[in-house]
Structure formats: structure tokens, C-alpha cells
């Protein structure tokens, strides 16, 4: 009578019966994003401001904002926010602080401050026609403030100022004659007026 063949399969420890399971591996907790806040001041009513803000790690991240704003889903790291001077109706307008690094925890919050003001206006006066180490007699002034004396060409720039609403500046240029050598030469334009916007420069052409 031929013999049954009977088949046997291999088997490990691990399938045996009562034998441990290895555990799956436990996936990394999501890093929670951090909240920006972003407020904006300095600026007349209805300019906008420039503020980017990009990841310093290399990621493909960058966002820009014109005025007041909260970011709640930006990814925890140093980021590196930029400010660029404005221009609008009554001149430009720059940041007191051009750039700067942030650090947005996660789950937490980082605020940006960003503060403009007006750039100075400046007054170009080019001074002709008077004889070698002769002065002249210039007086300038900006916003009725006190003026200053110009005996030479030169460029003066306006007072600083931090009120948004601020007119431009107003320039006023007052010139005298002047005697030298028995001559007596006479300024033309004696007297000049102008308004100049923040951050640009006028020039007046002086001629004894």
C-alpha cells in the first residue's frame, strides 16, 4: 500500500500562538502654526505700507501685507520681515526700522510694528555770480520755523517730523544784496516760495 504524502509549511516564532505583535510606529505630532499680528501706523488715511515677511529656513513661504492683518496659520521658524518706504499724496513715507528677524512659536503669537514717517523734504539752492570768497547773504526756512544762513551752494533739509497728517513742507528762500570789492550785486530771485513734498528735493537757481 503506497505511503500519503503529508505536506508541511514552515512557521516562525512570530506565528506561533501567543506571540507578540510589534506595534505600529508612532507618527511624529503636527507642529501647530503660530499666529502673526501686523499693525500698521504713521501713514495718512488711505496709504498703504509694504511689509513682507519670508521664511529665513530656504521654505517657500512669503506673504506681504499693506495694512493691519493677523496671520493665524503661519508655520512655526525665524522669518525675516521686510518694510519699503511708501509713496503717497503728500510725499514718500519710510519705516523707521527697515528689516528685522521674527520668531513665530508654535501655537504662539509674534507682532510686527510697523511705523513710517515723513522723509524730509530738502531744498537744493545753487548760488552763481558773486566774485571768488565772496558770501552771499541767504536766508531759508521750512514750516515757519526759525531760518538758516546760506553763504554758499548747498542743500538744506527740512525738520523731521511724526505727524501723519502734516502738510508738506513749506520753503520759504529769502536773499539780500551784497557788497564786495565796491560793487554792489543784487539776487535774483530775492525772494522764493514753494512747497515740496516729503522725500523729494526742489532746486532754485540763485544768480547775483
Not at 25 to 37: E, H, K, L, R
Not at 112 to 129: E, K, M
Request: with cysteine; net charge neutral; proline share 12%.
Amino acid at each position: 500500500m503506497a505511503g500519503v504524502a503529508v505536506a508541511q509549511g514552515c512557521s516562525s516564532a512570530a506565528d506561533a500562538p501567543g506571540s507578540p505583535v510589534a506595534p505600529p510606529p508612532i507618527a511624529p505630532a503636527p507642529v501647530v502654526p503660530g499666529i502673526v499680528s501686523i499693525t500698521v501706523a504713521g501713514l495718512p488715511a488711505g496709504a498703504e505700507g509694504s511689509i513682507t515677511l519670508t521664511a529665513s529656513s530656504g521654505a517657500a513661504f512669503a506673504r506681504t501685507a499693506t495694512a493691519a492683518v493677523s496671520w493665524p496659520d503661519v508655520p512655526a521658524g525665524r522669518y525675516r520681515v521686510s518694510l519699503r518706504p511708501v509713496r503717497t499724496p503728500l510725499g514718500t513715507f519710510a519705516p523707521s526700522q527697515s528689516s528685522f528677524d521674527l520668531d513665530v512659536p508654535s501655537a504662539g503669537l509674534a507682532t510686527v510694528s510697523a511705523v513710517y514717517r515723513p522723509v524730509p523734504s530738502a531744498l537744493d539752492v545753487q548760488i552763481s555770480g558773486l566774485p571768488d570768497n565772496t558770501a552771499a547773504a541767504v536766508a531759508i526756512g521750512a514750516r515757519g520755523l526759525p531760518p538758516t544762513r546760506l553763504e554758499r551752494s548747498g542743500v538744506m533739509l527740512a525738520p523731521a517730523q511724526d505727524d501723519p497728517a502734516a502738510a508738506p513742507d513749506a520753503w520759504r528762500l529769502l536773499a539780500q544784496e551784497v557788497t564786495s570789492g565796491g560793487a554792489r550785486y543784487v539776487p535774483t530771485p530775492a525772494i522764493f516760495d514753494t512747497i515740496v513734498a516729503f522725500g523729494d528735493t526742489a532746486r532754485v537757481a540763485l544768480r547775483y
